[in-house]
């Protein structure tokens, strides 16, 4: 595995987990930062923390391999991506803040 993708699997997981974090507490200042709505249900905060903190696992989990699972690595970029440009056309549409772009 090329060293610049360890370093940024390894650089994802604990982004990952702290954004997982700001879901699940969105009255921190930085979830307060990017615009995190504070009354959401737990459920949904909850669901969408674990959803996170899940993909920042498996980027570290990754990391760990000495070789790359193609497939896997697939899955977290169109999951990533997938993630980024909703956030992206919400934010475009005034659905939600624009600064929620950041963590996504």
Avoid: E, H
Avoid at 31 to 53: E, K, N, S, T
């Amino acid at each position: 595995m090329p060293t610049y993708l360890r370093r940024a699997l390894w650089l994802s997981l604990p982004f990952n987990l702290g954004a997982a974090l700001a879901f699940l507490l969105p009255w921190l200042p930085p979830a307060q930062m990017v615009g995190l709505p504070p009354d959401a249900p737990l459920i949904y905060r909850a669901l969408v923390a674990l959803f996170v903190a899940t993909f920042g696992l498996a980027y570290g989990w990754m990391a760990m391999q000495p070789q790359i699972q193609r497939p896997m690595l697939w899955f977290s970029v169109v999951g990533k991506g997938s993630v980024f440009t909703l956030a992206t056309v919400f934010a475009v549409l005034g659905l939600v803040p624009m600064t929620l772009i950041i963590p996504a």
